[in-house]
């Protein structure tokens, strides 16, 4: 599909066309095509966003915190609990028993590993309009080589936690967006969690797209956090059809 810009598709309307559009028509629609942000490359969260949510958290943090512990952190972070962020003050002996309990539940995840629904083809999409593809996780490159190799797939940069600091930290978004030469507003971050990918993306400055599947962020307590995405969609399908209603994504 051949994309025209403004001037052009004007010059091709009939003269009676012009004759007949009031002048609040012909700036309703130059508003309408002006308004759209320039796009030149998508991140992407990878577990819960690129692959269907398989790791079991809350029994990980459990496991890794105590009960105790889990349910006082838990109450004092309603939008969602950092747990790396948590063992980071830890000893490293404590710190390295922690990573041992994590390191089980991702390798249970990677072993049902399932592609998420319309990542593939959003991927396409982007693709068909040379929409640079990023992705940033607080799993392990292992996973990472993992989800490419398996799916054919490839993201680049794809940052994983050994790049630190890690979401919500901004900086693995920027550090992208300088390897890509592009400025953090012609971005956007996609995830399914507001504390880390929302919080990223608002924080480095790019666009954000919240992935919420099952409603989970219509709950009250998610209500006063602080953090507003700019769009919110309940699959990848959804996403599509945000960025050609909304984003001018030529080269």
């Given amino acids: 599909m051949h994309t025209y810009p403004l001037r052009a598709l004007l010059f091709f ?76 003050k830890w000893s490293p002996d404590k710190q390295k028993r922690a990573y041992e309990i994590i390191a089980v539940f991702e390798k249970q995840g990677s072993d049902r590993l399932q592609i998420m629904p319309g ?8 693709d068909s309009r040379n929409v640079r593809r990023g992705l940033i996780t607080r799993n392990v490159k292992e996973s990472v080589d993992l ?38 507003d012609e971005v956007m971050m996609i995830g399914d969690s507001l504390k880390d990918d929302v919080a990223c993306g608002k924080r480095a400055g790019a666009f ?9 962020y219509n ?16 699959s990848l399908v959804e996403v599509l059809s945000v960025l050609e209603a909304k984003f001018d994504l030529t080269p």
Wanted: hydrophobic share 35%; aromatic share 10%.
């Fill in 119 to 126: 990542a593939s083809e959003l991927c396409r999409f982007l």
């Fill in 208 to 216: 954000t797209c919240l992935l919420d599947e099952t409603g989970q």
């Fill in 13 to 88: 309307l009939p003269r009676r066309a012009f004759s007949a559009m009031s002048t609040l028509t012909l700036t309703s629609v130059i508003s309408a095509v002006s308004s759209k942000r320039r796009l030149r490359g998508v991140v992407f969260d990878m577990d819960g966003t690129l692959t269907v949510p398989v790791i079991d958290f809350p029994s990980m943090y459990r496991a890794v915190l105590g009960e105790e512990e889990y349910v006082r952190i838990k109450l004092e972070n309603p939008s969602g609990i950092d747990v790396l962020h948590q063992i980071e």
């Fill in 147 to 184: 989800f490419h190799n398996r799916f054919g797939m490839t993201f680049s940069p794809a940052l994983s936690r050994e790049f630190r600091p890690y979401k919500p930290d901004p900086a693995p978004l920027l550090h992208i967006c300088s390897n890509w030469g592009v400025q953090p």
């Fill in 219 to 234: 709950s009250p307590e998610y209500h006063n956090v602080g953090l507003e995405p700019d769009y919110f969609v309940s």
